[in-house]
């Protein structure tokens, strides 16, 4: 993944790793158990790699989606970013869920504003609906509240709530 160049480093930091930050506070608004979780992780990569076709024309998402067709270069930027999502997770110091929750819907208001600066309306939309999409995808993977697989929902009250809340960090 490189760096578009009308951002510095922290503005980049901040715009790459937001999908996988944004999949991982709505997996973490509910409990889903271990299947659950499973398949929200397994939702995560679909949708972020879903970017590249439902976006084919947007610079930001196509640079920020890892190159699958080169193994070795996919591997590089997956470990890129690892290090990206690890540096900013420990930059917000957060001890719980819902405080990184709060972190990264400021990261989201803070991101929109540098996108409106320096992007066309266009890609600031279908970057924002990229993120709720993904969002969406997370939050339909898992079931919350069942029982050994009966019963249960698809997109829990928590996660409506932390949906709810990004679509509005978002605006």
Request: glycine share 8%; aromatic share 8%.
């Amino acid at each position: 993944m490189s760096k578009l160049e009308q951002y510095s480093d922290t503005e980049w930091s901040t715009i790459a790793t937001l999908p996988q930050l944004v999949a991982g506070i709505i997996a973490g608004a509910d409990s889903s158990g271990f299947v659950g979780s499973t398949k929200e992780m397994f939702a995560t990569a679909k949708s972020f790699l879903g970017g590249l076709e439902a976006y084919p024309n947007n610079l930001l998402i196509q640079v920020i989606v890892p190159n699958t067709k080169d193994p070795e270069v996919a591997m590089g930027e997956v470990k890129a970013e690892k290090s990206y999502l690890t540096e900013k997770i420990k930059a917000y110091g957060v001890k719980t869920k819902e405080d990184l929750a709060a972190k990264v819907l400021e990261d989201c208001v803070a991101t929109m504003a540098v996108l409106k600066e320096k992007e066309s309306e266009n890609t600031v939309t279908e970057f924002k609906s990229w993120l709720l999409e993904i969002a969406e995808h997370v939050a339909n993977a898992g079931t919350e509240g069942d029982i050994l697989g009966f019963g249960g929902v698809k997109f829990s009250d928590k996660e409506k709530a932390v949906y709810n809340a990004l679509k509005d960090a978002l605006q």
